[in-house]
């Protein structure tokens, strides 16, 4: 005999949720990415006006070890970022769940 789950709705919201997802929204759609646009066509404008006062070469190791270390950065920044989530998540979970995926996370 098969039976059905007596929870047929849909779970009810958090508290603030609808909060937390609005602003998350502003956060992304109306402040994230036009910083983004603005820093990448701002970095583009100083690299021109750059070259075009200081007539020389092209210099790609200087951009290239740029590139890596804000690599680098990037990375250790996600890093710890992604930490954080965890440890805030975890507030939520179980401490066994949260140290089953503490050990997923860290392999």
């Known amino acids: 005999m098969k039976s059905k789950s007596p929870l047929k709705d ?7 949720q609808s909060i ?3 602003q998350f929204k502003i956060a992304t ?4 990415w036009p910083l983004m646009l603005w ?14 006062l200081n007539p020389s ?3 790609p190791w200087l951009f290239t070890g740029l590139a ?4 680098v ?5 996600a890093k710890m970022a992604i930490r954080s989530f ?12 949260y140290s089953s995926a503490r050990r997923a996370f860290l392999r």
């Open 39 to 52: 820093v990448a066509f701002f970095l583009a404008a100083v690299q021109e006006w750059f070259r075009y």
């Open 86 to 97: 965890m440890i805030l998540s975890a507030r939520a979970l179980t401490s066994t769940t």
């Open 29 to 32: 759609d109306k402040l994230l």
């Open 73 to 77: 950065y990037g990375n250790i920044f």
């Open 68 to 71: 890596v270390l804000a690599t």
């Open 20 to 22: 937390q997802e609005h």
């Open 57 to 59: 070469e092209p210099k």
């Open 10 to 16: 849909l779970p009810l919201r958090r508290a603030g």
